[in-house]
């Protein structure tokens, strides 16, 4: 059974720090590309991150570049999602799903993902 956990979210100030975390099972996990996204209120799922099978790829939506690191640990079966200098905008719900696309690539919509955690709520006051 195909499961995706994330964790470590919560409610943080405008300028501090998380790291998210997504344990998987059910899959070869080192064979997925690996993608965060989020949802705000009332928003559709904007693309966060993503990290290619043996992260020599990764991409960031622009807002985040810089502030946002996407990392993978295939011995563990966990993609991490270091969050630094959070600002109000990057409230929401924080998802990682895998994409089962052969070779070192990642999908950066929704639709090329296969498999999906439940989420974790990230709120960043100001």
């Known amino acids: 059974q195909v499961q995706l956990v994330e964790s470590g979210g919560g409610l943080v100030q405008a300028g501090g720090s998380l790291r998210l975390s997504c344990a998987t099972s059910?899959?070869?996990?080192?064979?997925?590309?690996m993608g965060w996204f989020r949802q705000a209120p009332g928003k559709e799922d904007e693309f966060v991150a993503g990290i290619s099978w043996s992260a020599d790829s990764t991409y960031y939506e622009d807002s985040v570049k810089g502030r946002f690191t996407i990392s993978r640990d295939n011995a563990k079966n966990t993609l991490y999602l270091q969050m630094n200098g959070l600002k109000p905008e990057d409230t929401g719900v924080y998802y990682c799903?895998?994409?089962?696309?052969?070779?070192?690539?990642?999908?950066?919509?929704?639709?090329?993902?296969?498999?999906w955690g439940q989420g974790t709520q990230v709120t960043v006051s100001s």
């Open positions: 059910g899959f070869t996990f080192s064979r997925y590309g």
């Open positions: 799903a895998a994409d089962s696309t052969w070779g070192e690539t990642f999908g950066l919509t929704p639709n090329e993902y296969d498999y």
